[in-house]
């Protein structure tokens, strides 16, 4: 992706282009697609109007010409003023169900507490305008998404129950996250996922979401900041579309593992320590001394090269 | 070797036939010299040897031309390669690889030669012209006689039997051109090679020829015959044979050898007047003065410590080989380029630090290029624009341009004026302003005689009118005629400044035929010489 | 063997090795986002050019990219770590006064907070664009592209005369434009402007005109264009065939460096494409009976110099398919890892500083150049 984006791109144009404001990393978000679950999550598979009022103005690509536009739009750069949206296929829902053509990845979602339920957000997690305010809930769904199913977090955002025994400082604010890392049928091949937690951040004031949950979690995002990846899972792969798939069945509530909640000594122990200790230093605690090794290994072959290279140019003038 | 059969070359948009009826025969082994006045379509006759008149050029050609057997009516210029070998008269334009020796073999690649006799062909040539060493430099970096002889290599390569040169001199400086003379020279005598070539700068070449080629351009006919036949008419002549013509000798002499053989009676008849000084009254007011002047590119001093005056009513010429500073000085008193030490003061200003618009009120530059100035559709165009650049009264540049140079057309594109023309009609839009100060840069590259000798006019009029005038020239002839103080320059410092009498007569690399001639008498023009002798008559 | 396949035997290296071992290292760069990989595969680089550059003017290129470069990373965090607001991490190195945008101006931001995350992110990436250009520079400074263009197929001939020429053609259209413009100086002009630019232009081109035909005329009068008598249709089937071929090249290239792009449009493409083209090229090279002065030899040396590319590049991709993690880092305040057969391929990429060939020394020549060169540029800017 990277080296062909760079041949078409002339240079500071590009340069420019990628680190706007998702500009171009945006573009999945097109009026063919169908919008669903803008205010309510029973609305499924209804069409968005091609000039939906929270529609982005962003959308400068039509999907159907670029093959990343086939990943999902959701959590992508949250940046812009892009509503976060359902990933959809250039093509028709049902003959993608028919095919078995589905994509798995993190869904963003927000507790409505006057409906409580949850609502498929349509403001990205990292938007700079839009900052989430204390006392909010926010959800994420890792889930396999084939036509325009729709998986919400398996548990209700009760926020006293995640932070209610949290307190926020003088510029701080208290938001409560629901990370529901999905069923084993949602999960990529070879990895399991970790039970749901709510846990909940104290982060400062002009933190947007995805820096509050940083603050909670690792979070791996890909070149143009869609989430990927929540405490390491999945260990790799962003928004990949799959094959071969039926839509998964039906999701039950589960209970969540809470801080200081007893359950969490038996399933959570791994998300706990995440929960408990920041994010670099749960990545430096993981250094091995090989890692270190070919690092330093590294280093030396670099300097070698490079005080080398300067011997010789001036040994040659 | 070459013959030409009732050639008449007439193109599209020229109501007269360019060439007309010229039937010619050139032997093989000769250096046939063409001269002629600039326009009288020498380039076009050259052009007719390899074919590129008319298939290259356009225009149509009754007659026929055969070289080698072969008519170029039937052969292309490309399929005559073997036989004939064309440079241009800017040979840096022909240039099509970036190396010497790529250069050289270019021909023999289209011909398909083999590559073991490409490369020892190569080898020879280079060692033919004495380019050996400069082999894997690009050809840009080369100077101009090192480029013209390239230009010459990388046609000799494919063993034509006729070389044909456009104006191979006229734009080197004295060095140059004698290195590029003393390569035909060899070419000649040593290969067997039949040469063609046209020039203005006769006096350089006239005494290698052993043909000579008039095209008056006028519609009378082409003589061909020898050197001392041909000059005894031509309107065209090097000051060794207007010597001649003024002492009445017969034959004319062609070389300063010659004459000096033969000096013995106009020494006698000179003796007993004194040649005149030629220098300017220095107790005019001074123009613009240079006091230490450093002027460095990227380091390296191309102007050093020059402390110089510039009068008004004398004119100065700055002499020196290529590189030696001389536009860079002419560059420093306009502002072109800024002092690193020292100074310069034109007319009171400092030129680095004022606008051109004041610059030019007080000393003007006409550049080594006249056309780089030049950019309106017509002359009357280029007039108009002259006056409201500097700001004076429309028609001035106009009026000036009538005084200076009646003929030219004011409704003509700039691009189709005369070399000399186009000299004059730069100088008229520099002279807009009245700059009392007027430099020129190369002013007679590409001029014919008549040429010169109308801009001779010009200089001693403006300096009549008390103008100062410094030209920056490798013409010793030139400088011989009008200059009233030379200055010489070398590496960037000057050397010698005095009167043109005390510096060019001793010098080997200055001094004027006439001087050479009279040596160590101090005379330096015919002019003078014809004077001198019409009042001995009188008296 | 022959003398030239021993590397010790002093020559210039095929211009036609280098680039190929030149884009190795490019591809392998665009596989990774990893700092301290990038700079490996920019030492591999810049080593074997101080190794094996010539004294050519060219030679110092290099130099000129990696200064690029620099510009290159620091625009790219300004404008990404700076200005927009997008991926901002939590440890911030100062919380700038916010200045409010206008609603268009969404997804930018002057001021605010500005993280370790962002600023490392950008520079990342800024470093691998950084790297991939220098890659270019170094082949820039290796390699002649006057001469890589001497080395043309038979059937490409004209094409490659074309491009010397607007090589040398371009310069001095800049050293003209230069001349001239100095000159309207001379008129007394001060301004600028759209009627300076005619001013310029109009003698500019006058020259480039006259001498472009001069050109024409010489060229043509020393040879250019004799060719064997081809029919039209046998020359027009040639021309499609290396373009078709040249275009399937393109788009396999594509395929194959684009992660998104599905499989056929990759390798099966680009073998299709050389296929034609390599076709065309025979094709039309029977057609044009022309010699070649002192061809560039193609011996072991660049075979070697290009499998070091070739090998770096593949190492890259192994990495990048083996260990995403270490080849694009998820978390920017990571340490980076360093797969062991990355440090081995970017050694492998600078092994062209002992398998290629030293450069021949012609310092006595080159002492000229340099004089000349000097001069010229004298002449240039006086």
């Known amino acids: 992706m990277a080296l062909s984006r760079r041949a078409v791109g002339i240079l500071l144009l590009m340069t420019f282009a990628s680190a706007g404001p998702g500009v171009t990393t945006s573009a999945g978000v097109s009026t063919t697609n169908p919008v669903t679950g803008t205010t309510s999550a029973s609305s499924h598979a209804s069409p968005a109007p091609p000039n939906h009022p929270t529609q982005p103005t962003a959308a400068v690509r039509p999907a159907a010409l670029r093959p990343a536009a086939l990943r999902p739009a959701a959590l992508r750069p949250a940046a812009g003023p892009t509503a976060t949206v359902r990933p959809a296929g250039v093509e028709p829902v049902d003959r993608d169900i028919a095919a078995g053509k589905g994509f798995i990845y993190w869904g963003f979602y927000k507790w409505d507490d006057e409906t409580a339920s949850w609502a498929f957000s349509l403001v990205g997690a990292n938007h700079p305008k839009k900052l989430p305010k204390d006392g909010d809930v926010y959800g994420f769904r890792f889930a396999l998404i084939v036509g325009s199913d729709e998986r919400l977090p398996r548990a209700d955002g009760d926020f006293d129950a995640i932070c209610g025994s949290e307190e926020a400082g003088e510029g701080e604010k208290r938001i409560a996250f629901v990370l529901d890392y999905g069923t084993q049928a949602d999960a990529p091949d070879g990895e399991t996922p970790p039970d749901p937690r709510g846990v909940c951040a104290t982060a400062e004031e002009d933190f947007t979401v995805q820096q509050a949950l940083q603050t909670v979690a690792t979070v791996r995002t890909d070149e143009s900041g869609l989430i990927c990846g929540i405490d390491d899972y999945p260990a790799q792969g962003c928004g990949e579309p799959v094959t071969g798939v039926s839509a998964p069945p039906a999701d039950q509530q589960v209970a969540l593992d809470l801080p200081g909640d007893d359950s969490s000594e038996e399933g959570g122990s791994a998300s706990d320590e995440d929960a408990a200790s920041s994010p670099d230093d749960s990545s430096s605690d993981g250094i091995s001394t090989g890692t270190v090794l070919t690092l330093v290994l590294a280093g030396l072959v670099i300097l070698t090269l490079a005080v080398g290279g300067f011997v010789l140019s001036r040994r040659r003038r | 070797m070459i013959v030409f059969d009732q050639v008449s070359v007439t193109y599209a948009d020229t109501p007269s036939p360019t060439l007309k009826d010229v039937s010619l025969q050139i032997p093989e082994g000769e250096l046939c010299l063409v001269v002629g006045p600039t326009g009288s379509g020498k380039s076009t006759l050259l052009k007719c040897i390899n074919g590129l008149v008319p298939h290259f050029t356009g225009g149509t050609l009754a007659g026929q031309v055969v070289v080698g057997g072969r008519s170029t009516r039937s052969h292309h210029p490309r399929d005559l390669v073997d036989v004939v070998g064309y440079v241009g008269q800017d040979p840096a334009a022909g240039f099509v690889s970036d190396s010497v020796e790529d250069e050289i073999a270019y021909g023999m690649e289209s011909l398909s030669i083999a590559p073991a006799t490409m490369r020892k062909r190569v080898e020879e040539t280079l060692d033919l012209l004495g380019l050996a060493d400069a082999r894997h430099r690009p050809v840009a970096t080369l100077s101009g006689g090192q480029q013209q002889r390239v230009a010459i290599g990388s046609v000799l390569t494919t063993h034509p039997r006729i070389l044909v040169l456009d104006e191979p001199t006229s734009a080197l400086d004295p060095q140059a051109a004698e290195e590029v003379l003393a390569t035909m020279q060899r070419l000649v005598h040593d290969l067997g090679l039949t040469v063609v070539l046209a020039e203005h700068r006769l006096e350089r070449v006239v005494q290698y020829a052993d043909q000579m080629l008039l095209v008056p351009g006028d519609g009378s006919p082409v003589t061909l015959g020898t050197p001392a036949e041909v000059m005894r008419e031509s309107p065209l002549a090097p000051p060794v044979v207007e010597l001649g013509r003024a002492a009445g000798w017969s034959p004319l002499p062609l070389s300063v050898r010659d004459a000096r053989r033969r000096v013995a009676g106009l020494r006698e008849a000179l003796a007993g007047s004194a040649a005149p000084t030629h220098s300017g009254d220095p107790a005019h007011q001074v123009l613009a003065s240079t006091a230490g002047l450093v002027v460095s590119y990227g380091g390296a001093p191309a102007v050093r410590d020059v402390t110089l005056q510039v009068a008004a009513g004398e004119i100065v010429a700055v002499m020196g080989r290529n590189g030696s500073g001389k536009s860079t000085l002419f560059k420093a008193f306009v502002g072109l380029v800024k002092p690193s030490g020292g100074s310069v003061t034109a007319g009171g200003l400092t030129p680095g630090r004022s606008r051109p618009s004041q610059v030019i009120s007080a000393v003007g530059l006409v550049p080594q290029n006249p056309s780089d100035i030049l950019y309106a559709d017509s002359v009357a165009d280029e007039c108009a624009q002259a006056d409201s650049d500097a700001d004076v009264a429309p028609g001035t540049a106009a009026t000036l341009l009538k005084t200076l140079a009646p003929g030219v057309p004011l409704n003509c594109h700039p691009g189709d004026l005369s070399e000399g023309q186009r000299l004059i009609l730069a100088l008229c839009v520099v002279m807009a302003a009245a700059p009392p100060l007027l430099l020129l840069d190369e002013p007679t590259r590409g001029l014919d005689y008549g040429a010169k000798r109308r801009l001779v006019r010009v200089l001693e009029r403006l300096a009549r009118t008390g103008h100062g005038v410094a030209l920056a020239t490798h013409d010793v002839e030139l400088v011989a005629e009008v200059a009233t103080r030379v200055v010489v320059m070398a590496d960037g410092e000057v050397v010698a400044n005095g009167p043109t009498a005390d510096i060019v007569v001793s010098s080997p690399a200055f001094a004027p035929q006439v001087a050479k001639i009279l040596a160590p008498d101090p005379w330096l023009t015919v002019t003078d010489i014809t004077a001198a002798l019409a009042s001995q008559a009188a008296s | ?382």
């Open chain 3, 1 to 382: 063997m022959r003398s030239v396949d021993y590397p010790g035997y002093a020559r210039p290296l095929h211009s036609g090795a280098w680039w190929l071992w030149g884009l190795g290292l490019a591809a392998a760069a665009s596989r990774t986002t990893n700092p301290v990989l990038c700079l490996l595969i920019l030492a591999a680089a810049g080593f074997v050019v101080m190794a094996r550059r010539s004294r050519a003017p060219w030679a110092y290129a290099f130099g000129a990219f990696l200064k690029l470069g620099l510009l290159i990373i620091a625009v790219r965090i300004v404008l990404q770590a700076v200005l927009s607001s997008q991926s901002q991490g939590i440890h911030v190195i100062v919380d700038l006064p916010e200045i409010p945008l206008p609603a268009w101006a969404a997804g930018l931001k002057l001021g605010g907070l500005i993280t370790w995350e962002a600023v490392l992110t950008a520079f990342s990436q800024g470093l691998q664009l950084a790297t991939i250009i220098c890659c270019v520079g170094a082949v820039n400074a290796l390699a002649s592209a006057q001469r890589l263009l001497r080395s043309v197929p038979g059937a490409l001939y004209e094409v490659g005369v074309a491009a010397v020429v607007a090589l040398t053609f371009a310069p001095q259209l800049v050293s003209d434009a230069v001349r001239v413009r100095s000159a309207q100086r001379l008129r007394g002009y001060d301004g600028g402007g759209l009627a300076g630019l005619r001013r310029t232009a109009m003698p500019v081109l006058e020259g480039a005109l006259g001498r472009s035909v001069e050109l024409a005329a010489a060229m043509d009068s020393r040879g250019y264009g004799r060719t064997t008598d081809v029919a039209v249709g046998a020359r027009r089937f040639t021309a499609a065939l290396v373009f078709t071929g040249v275009l399937g090249v393109a788009v396999g290239m594509y395929g194959l460096l684009d992660a998104s792009v599905t499989g056929w449009l990759g390798l099966p493409m680009l073998g299709v494409g050389c296929l034609l083209a390599a076709g065309g090229l025979v094709v039309g090279g029977r057609r044009t009976r022309r010699t070649r002065y002192r061809p560039d030899p193609w011996a072991l040396p660049e075979w070697l110099v290009v499998t070091a590319g070739v090998g770096c590049a593949v190492m890259f991709f192994v990495v990048a398919a083996r260990s995403p993690g270490a080849a694009v880092p998820a978390y920017p305040l990571d340490i980076p890892q360093v797969p062991v057969l990355a440090l081995v391929g970017a050694l492998v990429g600078a092994l062209p500083a002992v398998l290629a060939p030293p450069t021949p020394d012609r310092s006595p020549e080159s002492g000229a150049v340099g004089q000349a060169a000097a001069g010229a540029s004298e002449e240039l800017s006086s």
